[in-house]
């Protein structure tokens, strides 16, 4: 086995922390079913400017409760950027199902639900990557989502954005197109400035190459949205939603102490060790002794 310790000291280790793990994916399965964000919603998370703005938005404070109801951990947001957001996660719940990994990352399935949410729940699809994390000998464990860029302009501009690229083009200032859209002149430098972070404006702004082709090929992006209730608003049943979904794997994680069945032999227990270990889930494992008792 070379210099590599075992991910796990017993067998019996190995189906407890499988057992952890099939219950953490039947509650992230159904916590992204029932979790999907309106884009009005989604969009206030797109437009802020800092991680202070972000961290305080609904849905973002929706997301870290509803990664914590699921057990992957308690997210904290370290970097928004206009294509990527980065999320640190303290003392991972799911670093701690592997304690004999020593200079490795091993938290697959959280970098799996961030990117789940993102494309399922938020419209945002991208790719996630875990940057750091404990067992690698990192001090948090900390994930890249990276976002497509013509998924966020489709999502991040709304109608009076585009109003406000085709004032600026007519030459009208921040004051004029306050009062033509019925806003403070304060909420149109706001939307100037986001304009600015995404590109669509320079420093002085004016429109920039990005803009043009925003303005040129823009109009027909995002331009039916749906509205629906946020799902925030629902927290109990979808809470109610992830108990039941792993109610089965608690239940047959229970039985592991149990008087046993059937006879256990011990090629059994090495052959089913070995599959183990080349299984990315607790379901795949048990699939796999099902169709191989079928066969026998």
């Known amino acids: ?27 992230v399965s159904t916590a992204i079913k029932t979790s999907r964000v309106p884009p009005k919603e989604t969009r206030k998370l797109l437009k802020c400017m800092n991680i202070q703005e972000a961290g305080n938005t609904a849905l973002f404070q929706f997301m870290r409760d509803l990664f914590s109801k699921v057990g992957v951990g308690e997210l904290e947001i370290v970097r928004n950027d206009i294509f990527r957001f980065d999320f640190a996660i303290e003392n991972s719940p799911v670093c701690k199902l592997y304690p004999h990994v020593k200079g490795k990352k091993t938290c697959y399935i959280t970098a799996e639900s961030l990117s789940q949410f993102f494309s399922k729940d938020l419209g945002l699809p991208g790719t996630v990557e875990e940057i750091a994390c404990c067992n690698a000998g990192d001090k948090r464990c900390e994930f890249a989502v990276s976002l497509q860029p013509l998924a966020v302009y489709q999502l991040a501009l709304d109608d009076v954005d585009k109003s406000i690229i085709e004032s600026i ?17 304060d909420e149109a430098l706001f939307r100037m400035n986001v ?15 990005i803009g043009e082709t925003y303005h040129k090929y823009g109009e027909g992006m995002g331009s039916t949205e749906e509205d629906f209730q946020a799902p925030w608003k629902d927290m109990a049943r979808i809470s109610g939603a992830i108990s039941a979904a792993t109610s089965f794997a608690e239940a047959f994680t229970e039985t592991a102490d149990e008087e046993p069945l059937w006879d256990v032999k011990e090629k059994d227990i090495v052959n089913l060790a070995e599959e183990a270990k080349k299984s990315k889930s607790f379901a795949e494992l048990l699939s796999k002794q099902v169709k191989s008792d079928m066969e026998e």
């Open 169 to 185: 083009m007519d030459g009208k200032n921040s004051k004029q197109m306050a009062d033509a859209f019925d806003m403070s002149e």
């Open 1 to 27: 086995m070379g210099n590599h310790s075992n991910e796990f000291s017993s067998f019996a280790e190995t189906i407890s922390s499988l057992g952890t793990l099939t219950k953490l994916e039947s509650a």
């Open 195 to 209: 304009l600015k972070r995404y590109k669509i404006l320079s420093d002085s702004y004016e429109l920039t190459e």
